[in-house]
């Protein structure tokens, strides 16, 4: 099934022709409304008439979250406050967070992009949708939610936290849909074998997952204990939330709507747009929001764009799983690291589990990286030896991943706080900032 096949299939002409249509005006609604795209535009000489092509686009500046900052809260709003009728706010783990506005109209295409995506997980007015993203500033709760109700599902609305009673209300109410995610979802899978529930008890027949990153290998495992298909939910605050982009069942990256969002990748130290199949940082347009609509919005995230069909018949382009942030790499020693790949090295050992923090520390002006990470009940049970055979193993596969040695402690098991949200996976004591 296709949510809206009109829009979800267009020729590729079709879509540009649309675009660069919706990306004039744009860009004339910024400049009319926005003080901040109005000064910044004229300081530059630029003229929304300048916009003839797509590609003219890269004749217009970047906005960035310290721009959004700086507006902070309603700076960046493009209609007068009585036209908007919800907020939200970025969980903004650095600074002060980035309000973003909605008309109703911003509302309606919110729940028609989220429906797209659930349609595209093979889910329909059938099912039965538990939301366990937070209702609140978060985007999570009702960007879902919004999606849930376009397509006539029933949706819980549990939000986040109580854990065990989310188990209970999965059972007993039929759950067929989970929305989590990832960290949350390995948390809940744990709370479920301490309660004595199995796969087979729930009748999962799909997994929404999204808001932090992760590897393949914890896509599997989260399939695996769940015993149902999760897909990859792409979204952020700034441009609307969940549903940005959304994984199809070819489970193949993740269609964009393209007539709502105009992407582009570029390099994040030049600031060029790169060709297609081409690994740098997303870029992302606003084509249709009211509210607030952003114009070549840096997201920092890493990844690649595909224009090429979809096997299930879409057009909309396709961005690759984000494999990292343009700016939450974490140099030691000279050498960038990625959270996401200690991660895969932890996958590769029975022995863990995959609850781990990065603590980043410079004790001597030198950067120093320790990574803690649970113990299985089994292996913390055994002796000492085998227990520094393992942690020998871990820095192994680790050096492997990264190419430098890290020290690694294994710790209790369920000793790592647990988050309901995104987990806090690196711990920097550097002050940096
Ligand atoms: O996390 C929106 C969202 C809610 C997406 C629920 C999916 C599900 P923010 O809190 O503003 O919004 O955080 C946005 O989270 O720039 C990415 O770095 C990261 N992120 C979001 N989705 C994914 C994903 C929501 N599927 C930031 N994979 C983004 C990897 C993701 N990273």
Partial sequence: MIWNKEAECMSREDIEELQLKKLQ??????????????????ELGIHPEDIQTLKDIEKLPFTTKDDLRESYPFGMFAVPSKEIIEVHSSSGTTGKPVVSGYTQKDIDSWGEIVA???????????????????????????????????????????????????IEIMKDFGTTVM??????????????????????????????????????????????KFGAPAYNIYGLTELMGPGV?????????????????????????TGNTLPENTKGELVLTNLEREGMPLIRFRTKDITSINKDICKCNRTLARIERITGRSDDMIKV?????????IEKALLKINDVEPHYQIIVTRPHLMDEIEVKVEA????????VKEMINIKKKIEDYIENEIGIRVKVALVEP????????????????????
């Fill in 333 to 341: 020693k000279g050498v960038a690291i990625f959270p996401s790949q």
């Fill in 376 to 383: 299985s009940e089994e292996l913390f049970s055994d002796e």
């Fill in 414 to 433: 369920k000793s790592i706080p647990r988050s309901e949200g995104k987990a806090v996976r690196v711990i920097d004591k550097r002050n940096l900032h």
């Fill in 179 to 224: 929305i989590f995610t990832p960290s949350y979802g390995m948390y809940l899978a744990e709370l479920a074998k301490e309660e004595g529930i199995s796969k087979e008890d729930i009748n999962l027949k799909a997994i929404g997952f999204g808001a932090e990153m992760w590897t393949s290998e914890m896509r599997e495992k989260i399939e695996d």
């Fill in 25 to 42: 005006k744009v860009v004339k609604r910024a400049y009319d409304n926005i003080p901040y795209y109005n000064k910044k535009y004229k």
């Fill in 116 to 166: 797209r995506g659930l349609t595209m997980m093979g889910i329909n007015d059938e099912d039965i949708i538990q939301n366990t993203h937070g209702y609140g500033l978060f985007t999570g709760g009702f960007g879902v939610h919004y999606g849930a109700h376009k397509i006539g599902a029933i949706v819980i609305p549990i939000s986040t936290g109580q854990s065990r009673r989310q």
């Fill in 245 to 269: 982009a959304v994984e199809c069942n070819s489970q193949n990256g993740l269609h964009i709507s393209e007539d709502y969002f105009y992407p582009e990748i570029i390099d994040p130290k």
